[in-house]
C-alpha cells in the first residue's frame, strides 16, 4: 500500500466546484427571461419547455444553431466580455423570425481552458439580455472547462434557439413579382465578416485601445457594438399582415441572403443611394480598398434585416416598424429576374 495521495480533477485543470459556482451566480439572470412555457430552472440534465402553455395549439417547431465568429477575438483580446452573449441570441433568434417563428427558448454551449467565473458570468448574463429583449426564455446551457485545448484566456460560444409557429405560417410564403423590400438599419457590422475587420485594423496600424477613426469611443469599443435584435419588431410586422418574407443580413451580405427567400425565377432590384452607408463600412471600404461588390457581398453595409412586403401594404409596415424604433429604408423591389441587381453606387 501507498500514502501517496493520488491525483485529483482540480489538478488536471478541471475545477468543477468552480462550475458550480457559476450555475448558482447566472440562475438570477436566467430566471430574468422565465416566458410563458417555461417549466424548469437551470441545473437539470435537460430543460422542460411546455407548448401549450406558450399558447400554440398546432404548432411547428423551428430551430436555430450559430456563434459570433472571430468578433470573439476582439472581446477576448480586449476583456470587453459584457455584450457578444447578446450577439449569440441575436446570430439564432434573428435567423429564427425569418421563418416566421417566435423564438421560445435558448441553450448556451461555453467552453475555455480555464474557467473564470467572473468572465463567464459576465457573458451569460449578456446571452441572458438578449434572451429578454427578444423573448425568448434562457432554460439551458453547457460550460465546459477544457484544459490544454484552449490558449490562456481564450473561450468559445454557440448558440442554439428554438421556435414556434401554428402550422401553415411559416415564411417565406406569398412572395410576388412587385412586392417591395424595406430595410431595417443595422447598428454596426453585428457579427459577420470579423476576420476581414481584423485585417483592416491591422493594415491601418491600430490597436483595439486606440481612438476609432470612424466613431466614439475607441476602436475595440465601436467594434463590440452587439447585433441589434429585430424580433419583436419583426413579429409585430408579421402579425400586422402583408409580410411575405424576411431576410436577416449576414454572412453573404445584401447580396447572398437576399435571393434565398425568394421563389424560383425571382429576383430584386436594391437602390444603393436609398440608405446611408454607415461611417463603419465606409472607413473599413476605403481603408481596404473594397470594391462595391466586396462591400455588399461580405458585410450587412448599413441593413440588418429586409422585410419583402405585399406593395399596398409597404406604407402601414414602415409606419409600423417606425413606430417599434426601427429606421426603415424602401430598398427596391422583387423582380421577374432571377438574381439581386443595384443601382446607384454606395461607396
Not at 501517496?4 to 450555475?23: H, M, S
Not at 437539470?44 to 430551430?63: I, M, N, R, T
Not at 415564411?171 to 412587385?178: E, K, N
Not at 435584435?229 to 400586422?240: D, G, T
Request: charged share 20%.
Amino acid at each position: 500500500m501507498t500514502t501517496e495521495n493520488g491525483l485529483t480533477y482540480a489538478q488536471a485543470g478541471v475545477d468543477i466546484d468552480a462550475g458550480n459556482a457559476l450555475v448558482e451566480r447566472i440562475k438570477p439572470a436566467a430566471k430574468r427571461t422565465s416566458r410563458p412555457g417555461t417549466m424548469s430552472g437551470l441545473g437539470g440534465f435537460g430543460a422542460l419547455f411546455d407548448l401549450k402553455a406558450a399558447g400554440y395549439s398546432d404548432p411547428v417547431l423551428v430551430a436555430a444553431t450559430d456563434g459570433v465568429g472571430t468578433k470573439l477575438r476582439i472581446a477576448i483580446d480586449t476583456g470587453v466580455v459584457d455584450t457578444i452573449g447578446i450577439d449569440l441570441v441575436a446570430m439564432c433568434v434573428n435567423d429564427l423570425v425569418c421563418q416566421g417563428a417566435e423564438p421560445l427558448f435558448f441553450l448556451d454551449y461555453f467552453a475555455t481552458g480555464k474557467l473564470d467565473v467572473d468572465q463567464a458570468a459576465r457573458i451569460i448574463e449578456g446571452i441572458a439580455e438578449g434572451c429578454a429583449r427578444s423573448g425568448c426564455a434562457l432554460i439551458g446551457g453547457e460550460t465546459a472547462e477544457m484544459p490544454g485545448m484552449y490558449h490562456a484566456g481564450d473561450f468559445d460560444l454557440a448558440g442554439f434557439a428554438v421556435g414556434a409557429m401554428e402550422r401553415g405560417t411559416d415564411l417565406p410564403s406569398g412572395v410576388v413579382q412587385g412586392d417591395v423590400l424595406l430595410g431595417l438599419a443595422s447598428n454596426g457590422v453585428h457579427s459577420n465578416g470579423y476576420s476581414l475587420v481584423r485585417k483592416v485594423v491591422e493594415k491601418a496600424g491600430l490597436n483595439w485601445s486606440d481612438p476609432s477613426p470612424f466613431s466614439a469611443g475607441t476602436v475595440g469599443e465601436a467594434l463590440l457594438t452587439p447585433t441589434r435584435l429585430y424580433v419583436k419588431q419583426a413579429l409585430a410586422a408579421i402579425r400586422a399582415g402583408g409580410v411575405h418574407a424576411l431576410a436577416h443580413i449576414t454572412g453573404g451580405g445584401l447580396t447572398e441572403n437576399l435571393p434565398r427567400v425568394l421563389p424560383e425565377g425571382l429576383g430584386a432590384e436594391i437602390d444603393l443611394n436609398s440608405w446611408t452607408l454607415p461611417p463603419v463600412f465606409d472607413w473599413l471600404a476605403r481603408t481596404a480598398n473594397l470594391s462595391e461588390p466586396e462591400l455588399l457581398k461580405t458585410f450587412n453595409s448599413g441593413i440588418g434585416m429586409i422585410v419583402v412586403v405585399a406593395a399596398d401594404r409597404a406604407e402601414a409596415l414602415t409606419a409600423l416598424l417606425v413606430a417599434q424604433g426601427e429606421t426603415v429604408s424602401q430598398l427596391g423591389h422583387v423582380t421577374a429576374q432571377e438574381g439581386v441587381r443595384y443601382s446607384g453606387s454606395i461607396l
